[in-house]
């Protein structure tokens, strides 16, 4: 969907955060279980990368918790202050998707250290967004561009 200006159109910052906030409940889960149930840890990994990767490939707003905040919370909150653009939040969810890679590849072959910690980054990254609104993979993005128009002047 675009924007008059031929622009993506925004999306609700609050999407997002809503997303964080479940985000940071598997992530928690993934890692009370880890010590004594890697394999389980290894299967919620697996479905939280599944659903950063449809965030990376479509949009955060394309996810499953995204079209729950849009059909059921949304609907009962005021509209928001301004829209936000999709893409650094996109690139978020790409982030996440490795993280989440790397801590299921963790739990799935007893390297179960790496795996918490790779889940502890990505609980951590979750925490900032959904409690504090900071969200640290669109902070990279903005970074990145700032550094690649610098670098192109």
Known sequence: MAGTSGTPAGIDPR?????????????????????????????????QALL????????VQRTPTGVLFRR????????????????????????GLVFA?????GFA????LLGQVAAALAFVAAFLNAVFA????????????RLSRRAAA
């Open 109 to 112: 072959t007893d390297a179960v």
């Open 15 to 47: 999407g997002p955060r809503f997303t964080a906030a479940i985000t940071l409940v598997v992530f928690a889960v993934a890692l009370l279980l880890s010590d004594a149930a890697p394999g389980a840890a290894a299967v919620i990994t697996a479905v």
């Open 72 to 95: 059921l919370v949304r609907p009962r909150l005021a509209p928001p202050a301004e829209l936000e653009d999709p893409a650094p939040p996109r690139f978020a969810q790409a982030v």
């Open 101 to 105: 890679v790397v801590a299921t590849l």
């Open 134 to 145: 900071f969200c640290l993979g669109c902070e990279l993005y903005l970074l990145g561009l």
């Open 52 to 59: 950063f990767a449809i965030g990376a490939g479509l949009g």
